[in-house]
């Protein structure tokens, strides 16, 4: 049967329905503008939602630090449980309800309830036609002539059904960064050589292989007394026995409490047990990355809590997805699914417990939370892409604290588009001949987001609103996290809009002082922080400040 072919027209495509790709959305709609926003998935959110992790932010998010409309879809969250969730009184008026109580984060919360506030800060743009959103769609191929990209061709992943869309500018806002070599765009994958870059913790030769892993992963809750053991995974001898080959060692088998500590580089042991320790309120995995506490909510209305594991254990380490082929990705990504499936069958049958025994029979997956059969995540979590070469590549002397000792703020960006703040955070990575990098984790200090780092070096209408911006290898570890990846996308969209509206382009905004104080100030009266304050106390605003 022949596939059907249809055309389209808009002024901005985003591939990509990720957290950058909606905040990309809703700039291009809230400046007047025509988007077209794609999403491989039949969620949009990315991280958010079809990753199932709960946003990772600074210390400081409650007062500083993310854009008005970031601010706008945690208020949303908080709102959504108030108006539909039985609370307890005290839940309730706590003006910072964290539903999940999980300590990772101040907002820890379902998947869904994400899903339903991004629809909902998108629905009147998609209503009045002004955001055409189409989902399970992806990108095969891409139409460019010279430096700019006319057209890009989608598939509709049910159908077969291919659409051709043309516009004026083309934000990648995949997880992967997939329109990259798609359009020719000019990009780098993995570690850069020290001799390229002089940071202090890159490698001594490139190494494009060296991608941090992915992960699949799930959300549970506990039953006490009922038995919820799933089938025995296929693979599952396979992954029991498994250990890691990373430099510096791992401290055995994957499947174990047992990891490396992140900024130690010794061996730590993590604590597990179902709704806690009682009396600890950091107390381990169950409530780091928890998403529901039932005790936020009417007693007896949940019988146990949601747990959301995102953990070293589920972190694939037989290839990277960035230069992968279609089949390889397609292998990797099952691979890594059977991967989670046996962690949580050891977890049920196997796992050491605090009182002697093994494992918790009671753990039951919660697929119905994640929006799947196989009660993982629809989707892996990524955290390294395809990334641009960029006009600025932002460095590792430039945010990380040893680098620039005695300071409070990493350095400063005339063209600032916005700021974040997190650790720089890369875990075990896929690496090269077989053995990879343990973690990589470096203080920083509170940063910018350099429009430089958003023009790529040659294309000129192709923007990317995401992971794919010119970091590198070493600072995408802090320019990955959901409130940095919205701020990404919403300047990639206004930037779009912008230039649709004065006929710039990206790089003239950069290079001309008073086009970018324009835009600049564009960006500020829509509640985009290009500076942060003064006075900051870092330990307030490092997120992981708690030991496990």
Known sequence: MKKLKTQAQTDVLIVGGGVGGCAAALAVAR?????????????????????????????????????????????????????????????????????????????CHEPRVAL?????????????????????????????????????????????????????????ATELGDLLPLTGTEYVTGAEAQSETGEPSAPADAQPGNVQAFSMCFAMEHRDGEDHTIERPASYGFWRDYAPQLEPAWPGRLL????????????????????????????????????????????GFYASDISLMNVPMLDYLLGDLCNASEEERAKHIRQARELSLAFFYWMQTEAPRPDGGQGWKGLRLRGDVTGTINGLAKMPYIRESRRIQAEFTILEQHVAEASRPGQVYAENFPDSVGVGYYRIDLHPSTGQEGVGDNYIDVGSLPFQIPLGALIPRRMENLLPAGKNIGTTHITNGCYRLHPVEWNIGEAAGSLAAHCLQTGSVPRAVRSHAQRLAEFQRLLEKQGVELRWPDGLSLAEGDPHSHAM
């Open 31 to 107: 400046a007047g503008y025509r988007a077209i926003l794609t999403e491989e998935c039949d969620w949009i959110g990315g991280q958010l939602t079809s990753q199932a992790v709960p946003p990772d932010e600074h210390g400081w998010i409650e007062k500083f630090g993310c854009t008005a409309s970031y601010r706008s879809f945690r208020d949303g969250v908080r709102m959504y449980y108030r108006r539909n969730y039985p609370l307890t009184e005290a839940a309730r008026a706590n003006p910072l309800l964290n539903p999940g109580n999980g300590w990772v984060s101040p907002l």
């Open 256 to 299: 174990s409490w047992a990891i490396t500590h992140p900024r130690l580089m010794t061996p730590h042991t993590y604590h597990f047990h179902p709704h806690g320790e009682p009396g600890k309120a950091f107390s381990g995995l169950w409530s780091y990355r928890r998403i529901l506490d039932r005790a936020n909510f009417t007693p």
């Open 116 to 172: 339903a506030i991004l629809n909902a800060m998108l629905a009147p743009y998609v209503s009045n036609g002004q955001v055409g959103l189409l989902l399970e769609h992806r990108a095969v191929k891409a139409e460019t002539s010279g430096d700019r990209v006319q057209a890009v061709t989608l598939q509709d992943l049910r159908s077969g059904e291919e659409r051709t869309i043309t516009a004026s500018y083309f934000l990648d």
